[in-house]
Nanobody, 123 residues
Framework: HVQLAESGGGSVQAGGSLRLSCVVS????????MGWFRQRPGERRDGIAT???????NYRGSVSGRFTVSRDNAANTLYLEMNNLKPEDTAKYYC?????????????????WGQGAQVTVLL
């Protein structure tokens, strides 16, 4: 099992940038496919980016070209760089881990979740 802890959320003006971090701790004997999800109030949690164990990346269409997922293996940290933020990006953002090599933007594929970090984009 692993534990995930997000940080870096906050409020930003539209067009601005934020970087979320997710520190992974616990049993690191397995390799994990990592993902970022977000949930707006009253809506389901949607996958927005994944990073597999071969450094393959997958993005939701609405964030492609604006968001970048990356990983620092030495620091056991996953990042989500978010640029040109829009008000519709306002949500609670979660990092997630799946003990497989490949994963999709599907919530049910992930067994481990962080507590989430709020991102608010102001007009």
């Amino acid at each position: 099992h692993v534990q995930l802890a997000e940080s870096g959320g906050g409020s930003v003006q539209a067009g601005g940038s934020l970087r979320l971090s997710c520190v992974v701790s616990g049993d690191m004997s397995s390799r994990y496919c990592m993902g970022w999800f977000r949930q707006r109030p009253g809506e389901r949690r949607d996958g927005i980016a994944t990073l597999n164990n071969y450094n393959g990346r997958n993005y939701r269409g609405s964030v492609s070209g604006r968001f970048t997922v990356s990983r620092d293996n030495a620091a056991n940290t996953l990042y989500l760089e978010m640029n040109n933020l829009k008000p519709e990006d306002t949500a609670k953002y979660y990092c997630a881990a799946s003990a497989v090599d490949f994963c999709g933007l599907v919530e049910s594929e992930f067994a481990f979740w962080g507590q989430g970090a709020q991102v608010t984009v102001l007009l």
